[in-house]
């Protein structure tokens, strides 16, 4: 079945630092993918949409500064946190669309990346 | 604007009897609707779908049901297992077809 990694799983940083992680399509390719964020006991809530090769569509109230988002391949999209703070801990998830099978609705997700700002 | 409300947060069930996990939706464009599970520290998987044009899929222990003119989902899990525990969401296609809207998702508990 289809694979979409996430990487870091578990990352721990300094306060004011800035952090990636990167989501990756293994076995198929992605023109969309989907950035999630989980607090503890609360549903996943959608942050962002990254499209390759161009500009990221964000929710509202989703800092585009803060969660920068880039789709340079069609199997790699990124999030990176910059001057990360304490609330900006969570559990971040991504997720792709199979751009071979796109009437499916069916997204598949990495494995998560629990971020932890000290 | 909560298109997707998933009412009870937690649900609890004997191992062998059948779980019940309720969905409504707002939107009556909505055309596809899915269902994810997951476990803690875990990304979502997907479990089982339905298009509008059905009112019923069954996948082996898992059946979803589509109740259109009440804007209502429910998956049913029959003979319910102890692996089955897990967070499940309802998730219709968002506005565009493209992202999914997540409702609150209910923690399922089945008791061995």
């Known amino acids: 079945g289809a694979v979409v990694s996430q990487h870091p799983s578990w990352v721990i940083c300094k306060s004011g630092t800035s952090v990636k992680i990167e989501c990756r399509s293994l076995d198929f390719q992605a023109t969309t993918m989907f950035w999630y964020r989980q607090f503890p006991k609360q549903s996943l809530m959608l942050m962002a949409t990254?499209?390759?090769?161009?500009?990221?569509?964000?929710e509202q109230g989703v800092e585009k500064d803060k969660f920068l988002i880039n789709h340079a391949s069609l199997t790699l999209s990124t999030l990176t946190v910059t001057s990360a703070h304490p609330e900006d801990s969570s559990f971040y998830i991504c997720?792709?669309?199979?751009?071979?099978?796109?009437?499916?609705?069916?997204?598949?997700f990495g494995e998560g990346s629990r971020l932890t700002v000290l | 604007d909560q298109q997707v409300k998933q009412n009870s947060p937690s649900l609890s069930v004997q191992e062998g009897r059948i779980s019940i996990l309720n969905c409504d939706y707002t939107n009556s464009m909505f055309d596809y609707f899915l269902w994810y599970k997951k476990y803690p520290a875990e990304g979502p998987t997907f479990l089982i779908s339905?298009?509008?044009?059905?009112d019923k899929n069954e996948d082996g222990r898992f059946t979803v049901f589509l109740n259109k003119s009440a804007k209502h989902l429910s998956l049913h899990i029959v003979p319910s297992q102890p692996g089955d525990s897990a967070v499940y969401f309802c998730?219709?296609?968002?506005?565009?077809?493209?992202?999914?809207?997540f409702g609150a998702g209910t923690i399922l508990r089945v008791k061995s």
């Open positions: 990254s499209n390759e090769g161009s500009k990221a569509t964000y």
């Open positions: 998730a219709p296609p968002g506005e565009y077809g493209n992202k999914l809207v």
């Open positions: 339905i298009s509008s044009i059905k």
């Open positions: 997720s792709a669309r199979d751009s071979g099978r796109p009437n499916t609705g069916e997204l598949f």
